[in-house]
Each structure stands twice: as C-alpha cells, then as structure tokens.
C-alpha cells in the first residue's frame, strides 16, 4: 500500500517483535516495537526506506524500532522537570510501554523501582530480567509503603473518564508521591491525574511522551529532522482544543 512506515501502540508493541523481518537494536534492547520502518531493496542489493523510492521495489520488508524509551525519559525531564538518577519510582503496568519504561529508568540510574501489575507474574518476570540487567538497582513486586519521587502509570486504566484509579488507595498514598506522570494523553486529564493534582503532586500526561516518539520516527521515516516545535503545538491544539 506503500506506506513508509507505521506507529503501534498498545497491545501491538510485544507482538510485532516477532512479525517484523528485522529489529533494530533499540527494539532488541528494550524488547517492544512501536515505530515500524518498510524498506525496499535497491538494484545494490542495500536496504533503503521506501520513502527513498520513486517506483515500488521488488523486495520489501518490515524494520522494527523502539522510540518510546527515549520519550520517555525526555518527557518526565522536560515536562516534570525530573532526574532519574537516584529515583525511587513506582511503576504501575508491566505490558509493553510498562516493559519499556522500567528498562529505561533502570538504565537511566533510579535507585529504587516498585512494580505494580494486574498479573503478578508478568512484574515478578520483569523484575527479575531488570536485577540480571541492572543489578544496582533495587526491584521490588508490590507497593513501596514509603514515600516516592514518581509515581508512572502504564497501565490502560485512564482510557475512559470513569476508570477506577491504577492502583489500590489502601496500599499507596497519592500523598507519597513528589510527582505523577500518565502515559495516557487522551483524556488529557486523566482520573489519575486529577486526584495527583489534589494530593499537591506535580503531575503530567503522555503528551510529551507521545511528541517525542512521534518525533524521532518521522524522522526514521523521512531520514529529516522532526519539526519538533510545529508538532507539538499541532498535538496540544488538537489535544486540548
């Protein structure tokens, strides 16, 4: 259909790391797929985005990259003005953005990471692949029963205006949050985010998150650098009206 490429997002990212025909390393890394490339071979035998193509190659295929860990990290410092190192977070949601997330705040350096998710077993495997990974990092499965610099909800629990909140109130406070950053964009103002901002905590949605991704896969796409500035206005006004 000539298409240059494809965005996914839940619950596609886990699933496309096996239908692709290639993975870049970033998808290798944090295992999830949201950005995928097509590419046609040229008449060198070399792999080039179809973009680049003025008639449709004979031979296509699928390029699986991630760009949802960059953004994220890039949208809770630009958006909540916050540093990882040293952090102790609460993550709520182990499915592919959850996944995702956890890796890259491991990386990044947080001292302390609290999964939360839905099916025990998925949380206690991810914590495990983040201690052999990162094991300067302490995980635990379950709520942190202290205080905490982030509390990041991956989870889909937010979608509709009367979800009931991502987390247990009887095992966590919204009190012992600094800041609480959703993943989710649409609503713009989320349960969750309303409830953080009564509680006194900093908060942001996925918004930022959702640009800084967007941004670096047009530029997979394109092989040109994102209007990253006309985007974002183009993303709020659409967003928030």
Same mark, same amino acid.
């Given at each position: 259909m000539r298409f240059v490429g494809l965005n996914l997002t839940v619950p596609h990212k886990l699933l496309a790391l096996d239908m692709v025909d290639e993975l870049d390393e970033s998808a290798k890394v944090w295992k999830a797929v949201n950005t995928i490339r097509f590419e046609g071979k040229d008449s060198a035998g070399s792999w080039k985005p179809l973009g680049e193509f003025e008639s449709s190659p004979g031979e296509i295929r699928a390029h699986g990259f991630n760009t949802d860990a960059d953004a994220i990290t890039r949208s809770l410092k630009e958006d909540l003005g916050l540093g990882l190192p040293g952090k102790t977070v609460l993550l709520l949601g182990a499915g592919g953005a959850g996944r995702t997330a956890a890796l890259k705040l491991a990386e990044q350096g947080v001292a302390a990471l609290f999964l939360v998710n839905r099916t025990a077993s998925k949380a206690e495997e991810l914590a495990a692949e983040i201690?052999?990974?990162?094991?300067?990092?302490?995980?635990?499965?379950? !709520? #942190?029963?202290?205080?905490?610099? +982030?509390?990041?909800?991956?989870?889909?629990? $937010?979608?509709?205006?009367?979800?009931?909140? #991502?987390?247990?109130? $009887?095992?966590?406070?919204? /009190?012992?949050? =600094? @800041?609480? !950053?959703?993943?989710? !964009?649409? #609503? @713009?103002?989320? #349960?969750?985010?309303?409830? &953080?901002? @009564? =509680?006194?905590?900093?908060?942001?949605?996925? +918004?930022?998150?959702? *640009?800084?991704?967007?941004?670096? @896969? +047009?530029?997979?796409?394109?092989?040109? =650098? &994102?209007?990253?500035?006309?985007?974002?206005?183009? *993303?709020? /006004?659409?967003?928030?009206g």
């Open positions: 201690q052999e990974r990162h094991p300067a990092v302490k995980v635990k499965v379950g !709520y #942190p029963g202290r205080k905490v610099d +982030l509390l990041l909800n991956a989870t889909s629990l $937010g979608l509709k205006t009367d979800d009931s909140l #991502p987390f247990d109130e $009887g095992d966590f406070s919204l /009190k012992d949050a =600094a @800041a609480v !950053y959703d993943m989710i !964009y649409r #609503p @713009a103002d989320t #349960p969750l985010l309303k409830v &953080a901002r @009564a =509680a006194g905590c900093r908060t942001a949605n996925g +918004l930022g998150m959702l *640009l800084f991704q967007g941004a670096k @896969a +047009l530029e997979l796409w394109s092989g040109k =650098a &994102a209007p990253v500035a006309a985007m974002k206005t183009a *993303l709020e /006004k659409n967003v928030y």
